[in-house]
């Protein structure tokens, strides 16, 4: 068979099963059984493709057909400008997360002094750390986690990036293993509602890390126990990053307003113009 025939084959078995995006998926999985761009495919459609990688294709189109994310199939995902190894311990990286990296690079440029010292609260597959590492070599990150299989994800994309240098792992549950004081904290913590948790589409709930998703009643558990024991950890004039579903930055913002210990707050909207970041300074 050949590289048109079966891509456009994959496509719509996809597509009737549902997938959301059945040609993105079915280039994305060819490819990676082909270890190739996949530009390759509109450069030559009518390359064959032998048994043994076909063979493999319909296996990873058997797992994807169950709702299996492809991430977790090709154990990659792009984030930023590099690519991560992901496994079923990390929660998949989303583009949403790439305003908080923006953001805090913002509130870096800034920042006069020779060493910037980040937390990164809840680090998961350590994108955001590694994201903001990566842009500026005088930052510093103390990256947190209460898994051990989490951590040890960061810890092997932080070596393939050559960034371990700049980046501190920490096992323990949000603030608990931290004894330093940092320019700006940042967080992607779990904020599904408990009510909503059921209804999430099958690739999520049933692949997806629960640790790293479900936050109580409302969503909102996690973002008052980082509200409440940031200021701790924060310099003076020190910022607090979060993102946030997109229905929760009010709420957020009144979590931050009720604290007593943060002014400066505001709300930065994703690309798909949702609230996504609350940026807010200790006072």
């Known amino acids: 068979m050949i590289v048109h025939d079966i891509l456009n084959e994959a496509t719509l078995c ?9 040609r993105l ?9 082909l270890d190739c761009d996949r530009l390759e495919f509109f450069k030559n459609p009518l390359r064959p493709v032998d048994e043994k990688v076909l063979a493999l294709f319909q296996k990873l189109v058997t797992r994807r057909l169950k709702e299996e994310p492809v991430a977790y199939i090709t154990s990659r995902k792009e984030f930023w400008s590099f690519v991560l190894e ?4 990390v929660l998949i990286p989303r583009p949403d997360t790439e305003v908080l990296v923006e953001e ?8 006069t002094i020779p060493e910037i010292k980040i937390l990164d609260i809840g680090t998961g597959s350590g994108a955001i750390a590694l994201a903001l590492a990566c842009e500026l070599p005088r930052i510093r990150v103390t990256a947190t986690d209460i898994s051990a299989a989490a951590l040890a994800v960061a ?4 070596r393939n990036l050559r960034l371990d240098s700049q980046i501190k792992f920490l096992q323990g549950n949000l603030f608990q293993p931290v004894g330093d004081f940092f320019d700006i904290i940042v967080s992607n913590p779990p904020y599904i509602a408990d009510e909503e948790y059921d209804k999430l589409p099958g690739g999520v709930k049933n692949y997806e890390p629960r640790e790293a998703l479900q936050a109580g009643l409302g969503g909102l558990d996690f973002y008052r ?31 931050a307003e009720a604290s007593g210990q943060f002014d400066d707050m505001s709300v ?14 200790r006072k």
């Open 225 to 255: 126990k980082i509200v409440n024991e940031a200021p701790a950890h924060l310099k003076h004039d020190g910022w607090l990053l979060l993102e946030t579903g997109a229905a929760q930055s009010v709420k957020v913002i009144s979590i």
């Open 155 to 158: 810890e092997k994309n932080a």
């Open 14 to 22: 996809f597509a009737e099963a549902g997938i959301p995006s059945p």
């Open 104 to 111: 805090a690079l913002g509130i870096c440029k800034g920042i």
């Open 268 to 281: 930065r909207n994703d690309y798909a113009g949702l609230p996504r970041v609350i940026k807010a300074r």
């Open 86 to 89: 992901v496994n079923k311990s």
């Open 25 to 33: 998926d079915a280039e994305v999985l060819l490819a990676f059984c």
